[in-house]
């Protein structure tokens, strides 16, 4: 029972260029999300899905996609990264609690 | 707009003492809080919650208190440990499984 894991754990990108964080849990969850994590902002909610097929905006979603085809997996994709997305990236899922994974280290230069 | 703010961005408190964390929040229709722990290069831990039911739940040394009236809640360790010293964030939710997150407060336990 791993939990939720993440893919990468760090990563440095050029802006402009693009890439998917993957997320990944094995409680059979319903719900999960992608939060970042910035210094002095705490945990801030990007996107989260309540279900196979379903997803929804957070507080920051601009500049982010998000995929559930599965209902174990949650990606989180970038498409033309900017510095301003420099931050850690944490994915979470949820019953009646919820469980990180964690983390991806984003640095775009 | 921040519905749910900590804020003291840090604690210091001498092991065996009490720890006392704050957490203050705006929004009425928030039903459900709960407490996390962080240590560097791992993700948030749950630790403790309480429902708006209750003004009070206990778990060994970990007790949340909640003040609907003046919209707070604490956190209390008592005593406090070494392996104490994380960040702490608070977060709440209304009624869904969307949960709104405090900024932290990094504790620092000294021996």
């Known amino acids: 029972n791993a939990g939720v894991t993440q893919t990468p754990k760090f990563r440095v990108l050029k802006t402009g260029q693009s890439m998917t964080l993957l997320c990944a849990q094995d409680?059979?969850?319903?719900?999960m999300y992608w939060y970042r994590q910035d210094p002095g902002m705490g945990l801030r909610l990007i996107h989260y899905s309540v279900g196979e097929g379903t997803t929804a905006k957070g507080e920051v979603p601009d500049g982010y996609n998000v995929s559930r085809l599965k209902k174990q997996n949650f990606l989180l994709g970038l498409e033309s990264a900017a510095p301003s997305q420099t931050s850690v990236y944490f994915c979470?899922?949820?019953?009646?609690?919820?469980?990180f994974g964690p983390g991806t280290r984003l640095t775009v230069l | 707009d921040q519905q749910v703010k900590q804020n003291s961005p840090s604690l210091s408190v001498q092991e065996g003492r009490i720890s006392i964390l704050n957490c203050d929040y705006t929004n009425s229709m928030f039903d459900y809080f709960l407490w996390y722990k962080k240590y560097p290069a791992e993700g948030p831990t749950f630790l403790i919650s309480i429902s708006s039911i209750k003004d009070k739940n206990e778990d060994g040394r970990f007790t949340v208190f909640l003040n609907k009236s003046a919209k707070h809640l604490s956190l209390h360790i008592v005593p406090s440990q070494p392996g104490d010293s994380a960040v702490y964030f608070c977060?709440?939710?209304?009624?869904?499984?969307?949960?709104?997150f405090g900024t932290g407060t990094r504790l620092k336990v000294l021996a």
């Open positions: 977060a709440a939710s209304s009624g869904t499984y969307k949960y709104i």
């Open positions: 409680m059979n969850h319903e719900y």
């Open positions: 979470a899922s949820s019953g009646n609690e919820q469980f």
